[in-house]
Antibody
Framework: EVQLVDSGGGLVQPGGSLRLSCAAS????????MNWVRQAPGKGLEWVSY????????YYADSVKGRFTISRDNAKNSLYLQMNSLRGEDTAVYYC?????????????WGKGTTVTVSS | DIQMTQSPSYLSASVGDRVTITCRAS??????LNWYQQKPGEAPKLLIY???SLKSGVSSRFSGSGSGTDFTLTISTLQPEDFATYYC?????????FGQGTKLDIK
């Protein structure tokens, strides 16, 4: 079964850091592009970051550029999101999602999400 | 960034109804348009990709059409499990962007 399991969320103070993880199984992870997408409470979906299959190509949303770092370990079938300098507006459910098609931006498999709360 | 606008934002309908949701892009996105369904407390699920291709396992009640800037998602005969929020998304350029969502409620 194709599966993504995201983890690492929690409560963190403003200015703090958190590292999210996404464990992939059931498919050849190192051949797929990956993304992080977030959803603030009661709001819509916002794309956060993209990483190519080898890790060589990376993109970020302007709202997180310079604060978040996406990475992957293909040997461990894992995707990561290092989040620094967290702000209240980063509070959201974060989903990892597999990308296919043009630009790896069609999100065909999603994790269940991990909740990040930034509050003092 | 390309802005995606869905209408309506809220829609009340009954089981058995036919419903249509529209999505407009702020510039042409060719056929790089996807639709997702999200139920409360769950992750989004891909329904339709590149305008009209159904993801494997998705009911044929769902169909998509359009090109350029204007797109539609149609559910032919609403079933109880179809009441959810639907998002369109463009995959034409980075950053990929989503519509604000259409919440489909039971009338």
């Amino acid at each position: 079964e194709v599966q993504l399991v995201d983890s690492g969320g929690g409560l963190v103070q403003p200015g703090g850091s958190l590292r999210l993880s996404c464990a992939a199984s059931g498919f050849t992870f190192n051949t797929y592009e990956m993304n992080w997408v977030r959803q603030a409470p009661g709001k819509g979906l916002e794309w956060v970051s993209y990483i190519g299959s080898s890790g060589a190509t990376i993109y970020y949303a302007d709202s997180v550029k310079g604060r978040f770092t996406i990475s992957r370990d293909n040997a461990k079938n894992s995707l990561y999101l290092q989040m620094n300098s967290l702000r209240g507006e980063d509070t959201a459910v974060y989903y990892c999602a597999r990308g296919v098609g043009r630009g790896g931006a069609t999100l065909d498999v999603w994790g269940k999400g991990t909740t990040v709360t930034v509050s003092s | 960034d390309i802005q995606m606008t869905q209408s309506p934002s809220y829609l009340s309908a009954s089981v058995g109804d036919r419903v249509t949701i529209t999505c407009r892009a702020s510039q042409s996105i060719s056929s790089s348009l996807n639709w997702y369904q999200q139920k409360p407390g769950e992750a989004p699920k891909l329904l339709i990709y590149t305008v009209s291709s159904l993801k494997s396992g998705v009911s044929s009640r769902f169909s998509g059409s359009g090109s350029g800037t204007d797109f539609t998602l149609t559910i032919s005969t609403l079933q109880p499990e179809d009441f959810a929020t639907y998002y369109c998304q463009q995959s034409y350029t980075t950053p990929p962007t989503f519509g604000q969502g259409t919440k489909l409620d039971i009338k």
